[in-house]
T-cell receptor
């Protein structure tokens, strides 16, 4: 199974951009890169996914390195509600999400 | 839209008791999943289903059984609960696995004493 590496924790100030990194040096050509987040006491929530090109949606942007060995989730203006654990996940052959420990994002007012 | 609904939300069991967790989705999704999450850890896949009448084992299937008799429902059973099964259980559904997004329920907190 393809693996990802994320920092255990990060801090941000409210209303500032946040860049959450993810390394996936063993990614295969057909693996999608997915990001989910889990707010306290809730189930995970889909954030964004991409294959090769950078992606934007209403929640965030995903920047994918040209060699696809790393990616960055960008929250353009962090709010207190964005405090959560963020998971970077690669597509698995049977389509099952395999979660690591993720990055715990703290947002300071 | 209700999305994915899990019942019950909380339950306390005695060792050796049995119970069934129910997951229901109203999005006509083909794929459904059961995960467990222990403190400080990511989610681990227990069982999953790629369609009505199908089930398959995930990463940690021992001690659990599942059934998918109807497309919208996915049941997780514990035949003889053990303290090691104390956890938060999440159900999820997906239109068709990757690259489609997964929708998760709000979880069932189970304590086995």
């Amino acid at each position: 199974d393809a693996k990802t590496t994320q920092p255990n924790s990060m801090e941000s100030n409210e209303e500032e951009p946040v860049h959450l990194p993810c390394n996936h040096s063993t990614i295969s050509g057909t693996d999608y890169i997915h990001w989910y987040r889990q707010l306290p006491s809730q189930g995970p929530e889909y954030v964004i996914h991409g294959l090769t090109s950078n992606v934007n949606n209403r929640m965030a942007s995903l920047a994918i390195a040209e060699d696809r060995k790393s990616s960055t989730l960008i929250l353009h203006r962090a709010t207190l509600r964005d405090a959560a654990v963020y998971y970077c996940i690669l597509g698995e052959s049977q389509g099952n999400l395999i979660f690591g420990k993720g990055t715990k994002l703290s947002v300071k007012p | 839209n209700a999305g994915v609904t899990q019942t019950p939300k909380f339950r306390v069991l005695k060792t050796g008791q049995s119970m069934t967790l129910l997951c229901a989705q109203d999005m006509n999704h083909e794929y459904m999943y059961w995960y467990r999450q222990d403190p400080g850890m990511g989610l681990r896949l227990i069982h999953y289903s790629v369609g009505e009448g199908t089930t398959a084992k995930g990463e940690v299937p021992d001690g659990y059984n599942v059934s998918r008799l109807k497309k919208q429902n996915f049941l997780l059973g514990l035949e003889s609960a053990a303290p090691s099964q104390t956890s938060v259980y999440f159900c999820a559904s997906s239109y068709g696995g990757f690259p489609y997004g997964y929708t998760f329920g709000s979880g069932t907190r189970l304590t086995v004493v």
